[in-house]
Nanobody, 124 residues
Framework: QVHLVESGGGLVQAGNSLRLSCAAS????????MAWFRQAPGTERRPIAV????????LYAGVDKDRFTISRDNAKSTLYLQINNLKPEDTARYFC?????????????????WGQGTQVTVSS
């Protein structure tokens, strides 16, 4: 089993930046693709980006790639999401997810492992 724990969220003013982290523990050798999703109140959980095990393949799900950057450090078993120039519409709970196979999917059911999320609130 793999345990994922997100951190780095908080209350920030628009225009600032945040780096979210997702620390993996347990059977991390089984992790392949990892992804970030977010969910605003009253909406469905939506994908942001996915990254392959090596980090060489990344896909972004319709977000501004100039503001969002996904990365990972396998030596630290940690996934990151850098968000620059935060906007009020970025307010949401951010979740990391892990898969035990390669697919670069944006589908929620492609991911077996999930964290509890970290809240990001952006004030105008």
């Amino acid at each position: 089993q793999v345990h994922l724990v997100e951190s780095g969220g908080g209350l920030v003013q628009a225009g600032n930046s945040l780096r979210l982290s997702c620390a993996a523990s347990g059977r991390t050798s089984s992790l392949h693709d990892m992804a970030w999703f977010r969910q605003a109140p009253g909406t469905e959980r939506r994908p942001i980006a996915v990254i392959s095990y090596s980090g060489s393949d990344t896909l972004y799900a319709g977000v501004d790639k100039d503001r969002f950057t996904i990365s990972r450090d396998n030596a630290k078993s940690t996934l990151y999401l850098q968000i620059n120039n935060l906007k009020p519409e970025d307010t949401a709970r951010y979740f990391c997810a892990g898969s035990d196979y390669y697919s670069l999917s944006f589908q929620i059911n492609a991911y077996r492992f999930w964290g509890q999320g970290t809240q990001v609130t952006v004030s105008s």
